[in-house]
């Protein structure tokens, strides 16, 4: 089993800083590109940044400059590391990842985390 485990959400005021990390863990051959999507009430889940084993990132127009996103290949862990933070930014995030399982090293699979909700006051 795999499974990917989130932690650093919360309320924060505007301008504020948050980090969020993502742990995978358990059977797991391999590890591809991880990243974070937001999804706020009523709207479709997004893409926030992404990064792959080798560290190439990609970011949301949105959050470029703002956010910044890393990982620990050792640890199968991904950071999202989020400031300025504006009203606009609440939203449940998700953590996904692209995971070669050892139950079936030939297939890459999604996997996501339960969400962490981060609110953001004005």
């Known amino acids: 089993q795999v499974q990917l485990v989130e932690s650093g959400g919360g309320l924060v005021q505007a301008g504020g800083s948050l980090r969020l990390s993502c742990a995978a863990s358990?059977?797991?051959?391999?590890?591809?590109?991880m990243g974070w999507y937001g999804q706020a009430p009523g709207k479709q889940r997004e893409l926030v940044a992404e990064?792959?084993?080798?560290?190439?990132?990609n970011y949301a127009d949105s959050v470029k400059g703002r956010f910044t996103i890393s990982r620990d290949n050792v640890k199968n862990t991904v950071y999202l590391q989020m400031n300025s933070l504006k009203p606009e930014d609440t939203a449940v995030y998700y953590c996904?990842?692209?995971?070669?399982?050892?139950?079936?090293?030939?297939?890459?699979?999604?996997?996501w985390g339960q969400g962490t909700q981060v609110t953001v006051s004005s």
């Open positions: 358990g059977s797991i051959f391999s590890v591809s590109t």
């Open positions: 996904h990842a692209l995971i070669t399982p050892l139950s079936s090293i030939w297939n890459v699979r999604d996997y």
């Open positions: 990064i792959t084993s080798g560290g190439n990132t």
